[in-house]
């Protein structure tokens, strides 16, 4: 006859994770709470006076092409950032996953720049991509390329993804190498034996194997894209020439800390909100699938 073990209710439970949940709700579920129920206001600069407008600031802002336009400038900003940055970092990590003398020191050099604030990595980019002072535009001109980001909207928004992507690749560099090194021996062993190329062995048999993590740093990879870029743009271009490196999230910012219109930013930040909770459910509905545990 089976027996149920019941065990005393206890306190320590909720105590341990009390701290984690008065985290959550003071810096994530107050402020989404507070920016739902502003993008229904229209507010002076000082939030002296308000005036409740319903959904008028979404309807100004899909009537704006201007932010229409940075829609897309965002989808193409975060997948080449994702796509660069990952495959990169997997490049590399297939290289430092080798048996090498000063193995542990090469992968130490590769993960030190994800120690950089996303300001001074995109301060490093000015300085190497000064059209006056920086080394490369003196590199590009002797290839006839005339670099100046600051009035070419191509080349600000390549120095920015380049930027970013940079910024990453250490982070995701990191998972999979860890990711690489769990995998046995064994396999890439008897695939060796069996006459399987480096190539072969990578396409067939590695890569089928980090799936799981590649899946992991995609969504770690497009949330980074639409946020924690936001540094670096502002250090770099400003959300120019002409707002062609602007994408949703500077836009947040530019629209209510320098355009003081309270409303419609967070109107727009209710947006951005929506429309990464969307993009993550649909990682997860769809392209899981596709992951070989």
Do not use: C
Not at 88 to 114: E, K, M, Q, S
Not at 148 to 156: P, R, S, T
Request: aromatic letters at 16%.
């Amino acid at each position: 006859m089976l027996k149920r073990v019941h065990f005393p209710s206890s306190l320590l439970p909720y105590l341990l994770v009390a701290p984690q949940i008065a985290i959550t709700l003071v810096f994530f579920i107050w402020p989404a709470a507070q920016a739902v129920y502003q993008s229904f206001l229209i507010e002076d600069a000082f939030g002296l006076s308000t005036e409740f407008v319903w959904l008028e600031n979404f309807e100004l802002l899909f009537e704006d092409d201007i932010y229409l336009a940075t829609f897309g400038r965002t989808i193409f900003f975060s997948a080449a950032v994702a796509i660069l940055s990952m495959s990169l970092a997997l490049i590399l990590a297939g290289f430092a996953d080798r048996v090498v003398r000063g193995a542990t020191a090469y992968r130490t050099l590769l993960i030190w720049p994800y120690a950089v604030a996303p300001v001074l990595a995109g301060a490093l980019w000015v300085f190497m991509f000064n059209p006056t002072l920086g080394i490369f535009p003196y590199i590009l001109d002797f290839v006839g390329v005339d670099w100046n980001h600051y009035l070419n909207g191509n080349q600000a928004m390549a120095l920015v993804v380049f930027a970013s992507a940079w910024k990453q690749i250490a982070y995701n560099f990191l998972f999979y190498l860890a990711a690489m090194q769990a995998i046995p021996r064994s396999v890439i062993e008897a695939a060796a034996i069996d006459g399987a190329g480096p190539i072969r062995r990578f396409k067939d048999f590695i890569f089928p194997l980090v799936s799981p993590t590649t899946f992991f740093l995609l969504v770690i990879n497009a949330v980074y894209a639409f946020f924690d870029t936001f540094g670096i743009i502002h250090a770099v271009t400003q959300g120019g020439p002409a707002n062609s490196t602007t994408i949703l999230v500077y836009k947040v910012f530019n629209d209510g800390f320098v355009g003081l219109d309270l409303g419609g930013s967070a109107a727009q930040s209710v947006i951005l909100m929506v429309l990464v909770i969307a993009m993550t459910v649909v990682q997860f509905r769809f392209v899981e699938r596709r992951v070989q545990y």
